[in-house]
């Protein structure tokens, strides 16, 4: 066998559907685990017949690549990725690409990038989302690194990506350093969001309207045959019509929610910036409330609350749910959006905001065909502020606003929780008001800290200070950043 085209360590689910889709638009996989049985197990298996070479040691694997060598870590985020990089360095040459393939902070990608191209090497650290259906047959690939490393990936990355319709592959370069990490962190983020909405969906249609699960499973097809067409549409279709034992699988599992903190890092990275990322936010917490079962157990026998109670039209309502639903994910996404921009700024990357909703057109989690329309609304204008403001997406949102707020009215009466779909219209309505509170939350900081206070009868920058009490002197404290 000739040597081959790309390394690939790490052979759990991800890591073998990587090698697979590979080798099947033709490119050769050397691959390497450290507990070298599964390699063996591999190769018997799945990568039998295949063009696929075991390695038993880090040095077989480098030897058996084509230069520049491309070794793809398939590995738990963290320490692990640090460590794995310094067995491998001793053995690359100038030029040679290490590639992180996993879920790391992006942070660590910047930092990873800096140090290997300090000992001359080339690195990329790359989202890959798609879950095991996509690692296998087309994922979504973001990478970011070092801008020299991307010739030398594009033919096989973008072989073997999910394609849009037209033929156009999921995946192009992000940017510099971290920002291939940060954009898979957003998306991450975002699909936090988007599963968190249609949960509360099901929440009221389930207790607010009681409908059956044969019922709600109708109401989803019939969502992901329109606007709401999506992959979690489609998957929560199919999860409500899943029956064991001819009973829905679903409400026999426990409802507490698990995460692997990528929601928590884009949650984080919004206060670093300053970027009202409220849906994620609560999307998050929302996870970390369910995960307090036993003290919502004990809480429900002591607290109470309204009985739902439904009296209207059932099918009218369903439809103010999916426009609601729609709306909300508007603002999912124009906030996620916000935070790239923020981001962009702040390290100096040159992010193609229409690409990267390409990028997740297919192949990702939350693909969609909505993700379209994000791409022609940044086509038409690079430096759209705010996805709301773009002319098809003011007008939806508008149009779904009395459905909208006739939803979070309902639920909010009837006691159903649903923090996103609540935080979302929040966020709409702070948007679109030309003036918030926050005077009064200033004059509160001057009056207790002497923050001073900017006036809307003078220039912006010029900063005030009040003698609330008549006893404190004229000393201001330092100024704010709004």
């Known amino acids: 066998m000739s040597k081959a085209d790309i390394g690939l360590v790490g052979l759990a689910v991800m890591g073998e559907n990587l090698i697979l889709n590979m080798e099947s638009h033709g490119f050769t996989v050397a691959v390497y685990n450290r507990t070298v049985e599964k390699v063996d197990n591999f190769i018997n298996g799945r990568g039998k017949g295949k063009n696929v070479f075991g390695a038993h040691s880090i040095e077989e694997l480098i030897a058996n690549l084509k ?42 990608t910047t930092r990873r990038t800096e140090y290997l191209e300090s000992k001359g090497l080339l690195y990329i650290g790359t989202g890959v989302s798609g879950g095991e259906e996509g690692a296998l047959k087309g994922p979504s690939i973001m990478p970011g690194g070092s801008p020299a490393a991307w010739q030398h990936v594009k033919p096989i ?76 549409i489609e998957i929560t279709r199919d999860i409500l019509n899943f029956r064991e034992n001819g009973e829905p699988l679903v409400e026999k599992i426990l409802d507490t929610a698990g995460q692997k903190g990528t929601g928590k890092w884009t949650a984080i990275a919004s206060l670093d ?54 709306a909300s994910k ?112 200033q004059a509160q900081r001057d009056y207790f800290g002497a923050h001073t206070y900017e006036r809307v009868d003078k220039p912006r920058g010029e900063f005030f200070h009040t003698n609330w009490t008549g006893h404190g002197g004229a000393t201001a404290s330092s100024t704010y950043n709004a």
């Not at 999307?283 to 109670?309: F, H, I």
């Not at 921009?341 to 909505?370: H, P, Q, T």
Request: aromatic share 12%.
């Open 330 to 441: 508007m603002v999912s996404y124009a906030q996620g959006y916000i935070l790239m921009r923020y981001a962009a700024k702040e390290f100096d990357w040159n992010l193609n905001y229409g690409g990267i909703a390409l990028m997740w057109r297919g192949g990702c989690i939350i693909r969609s065909v909505f993700l379209g329309k994000i791409k022609e609304a940044f086509d038409k204008n690079p430096d759209l502020t705010n996805l709301l403001l773009d002319p098809f997406f003011k007008g939806k949102i508008e149009s779904s606003q009395e459905s909208w707020r006739k939803v979070v009215s309902a639920a909010v009466t009837n006691g159903i929780w649903i923090p996103a779909l609540s935080t979302a219209l929040n966020y709409f309505d702070g948007c679109r008001n030309s003036r918030l509170p926050a005077n009064l939350l």
């Open 67 to 108: 230069s520049p060598r491309k070794v793809m870590l398939m590995i738990k985020a963290g320490k692990p990725v640090d460590d794995f990089i310094e067995l491998l360095i001793p053995h690359l040459d100038k030029g040679d690409i290490v590639i992180d393939g996993g879920n790391s902070h992006y942070p660590d």
């Open 273 to 326: 910036f300053g970027a009202p990322l409220t849906l994620i936010g609560e999307a998050v917490y929302g996870r970390t409330l369910s995960a307090l079962k036993d003290d919502r157990v004990e809480a429900s026998k002591v607290l109470s609350g309204p009985k739902p109670k439904f009296e209207g039209d059932k099918k009218q309502f369903i439809e103010d749910l999916r426009k609601a639903l729609y």
């Open 157 to 232: 990355f973008q072989s073997i990506a999910a394609k849009v319709e037209d033929g156009t592959p999921c995946c192009d370069w992000v940017g510099e350093k971290g920002a291939g990490h940060f954009v898979k962190m957003v998306h991450n983020g975002i699909e936090y969001g988007d599963m968190q909405l249609i949960c509360e969906a099901y929440q009221i249609m389930k207790d607010l309207l009681g409908l059956s699960y044969d019922e709600m499973y109708n109401v989803f097809k019939e969502w992901n045959e329109g606007e709401l067409d999506s992959y979690l």
